[in-house]
């Protein structure tokens, strides 16, 4: 791990860590670079690692029996994958898809370590407390979308997710990659977008979206 890694390490984490635990994470973690794009755990897949960001996005996906993903949420730097926590609880193969929203630096930890550090750490314990509440709380956030807002609305707040991310209000992102997020076709998220910017919160132009309203 370098000065640079190091460094965002402790922005991230320094104020939940101990220094004794932070001193044993930079030992045991291993750095792994991601490109926008790229997946990073795959459905199916033995999980071996707990996965910290310490920077960029993920967004993690669910898929269905038919191979039809929807997205579930997004990760920002300083969060962890529960379906990587879960791994120290004995379920060891992951349930859904995480994928690079933007390029990522991950610190990948040893499940053997995070039973240790449980016992050891309060400031570890805290960590993986509040991490299962916060991804919990998201997950019924996407239930609550799904099953009582119109496509409408969750397209909406979906570019809105997007802008925080991305902290940019001009998204680069295609017609058919919204489709494949939010679980339906490409003709109808550019029949939404386009009721979206009749009502003057975004502008379309080719492979880029401008929000508006946020």
């Not at 402790?10 to 104020?15: C, F, T």
């Not at 050891?120 to 805290?126: D, V």
């Not at 991305?166 to 017609?175: G, P, R």
Request: aromatic share 8%; with cysteine; hydrophobic share 40%.
């Amino acid at each position: 791990m370098n000065q640079r890694e190091r460094t965002l390490l402790e922005e991230n984490y320094g104020y939940l860590f101990e220094p004794e635990l932070l001193n044993e994470i930079v030992e045991s973690g291993i750095i792994k670079q991601k490109r926008q794009g790229d997946v990073i755990i795959e459905v199916g897949e033995e999980i071996r690692f707990m996965i910290l960001l310490v920077n960029g996005s993920i967004k993690i996906m669910r898929e269905d029996q038919e191979g039809d993903e929807m997205l579930l949420f997004f990760l920002e730097k300083g969060d962890t994958c529960t379906m990587s926590l879960s791994g120290c609880l004995g379920k060891t193969q992951s349930e859904i898809r995480a994928i690079a929203e933007q390029d990522a630096t991950l610190l990948m930890i040893p499940v053997q370590k995070m039973a240790e550090w449980m016992k050891q750490y309060t400031g570890w314990m805290n960590f993986v407390f509040t991490s299962y509440h916060e991804r919990l709380h998201e997950m019924l956030q996407s239930i609550d979308s799904l099953v009582f807002l119109n496509l409408h609305e969750r397209l909406f707040n979906y570019l809105k997710d997007k802008v925080k991310l991305h902290h940019t209000t001009t998204l680069s992102v295609k017609h058919h990659e919204i489709a494949k997020d939010l679980h339906t076709s490409r003709v109808v998220i550019s029949r939404v977008l386009k009721q979206l910017e009749k009502e003057g919160k975004i502008e379309l132009h080719r492979n880029r979206i401008e929000v508006k309203e946020f």
